[in-house]
């Protein structure tokens, strides 16, 4: 079974910045495409970043430049450094992985994390 367990929420100021973390454990032999996705209140969940196993990088456009998506792969983990945030960044973030287990948990996954507050207010 593989699991994957977000940190680094929290409240934040218009314009500060927070850090998130996704971290996998389990019966993992590969991990290929990471990403954040987020769902503000009312609003349906929607895609903020990936990146896949050779670092490729794709962002939605309301993050470009604000928002790194970065990964650790000795870690098996997904970072999201949050820059100049805004209001309408308010949202649970919940990261994504494409795992490829081993062991008991052999194949292809497609596993989400537990998700993680941010509020940009001031």
């Known amino acids: 079974q593989v699991q994957l367990v977000e940190s680094g929420g929290g409240l934040v100021q218009p314009g500060g910045s927070l850090r998130l973390s996704c971290a996998a454990s389990g019966s993992i032999l590969r991990i290929l495409d990471m990403g954040w996705y987020r769902q503000a209140p009312g609003k349906q969940r929607e895609l903020v970043a990936t990146?896949?196993?050779?670092?490729?990088?794709n962002y939605a456009d309301s993050v470009k430049g604000r928002l790194t998506i970065s990964r650790d792969n000795a870690k098996n983990t997904v970072y999201l450094q949050m820059n100049s945030l805004k209001p309408e960044d308010t949202a649970v973030y919940y990261c994504?992985?494409?795992?490829?287990?081993?062991?008991?948990?052999?194949?292809?996954?497609?596993?989400w994390g537990q998700g993680t507050l941010v509020t940009v207010s001031s």
């Open positions: 990146i896949s196993s050779g670092s490729n990088t």
């Open positions: 994504n992985m494409g795992v490829v287990g081993t062991g008991s948990s052999v194949g292809y996954f497609e596993v």
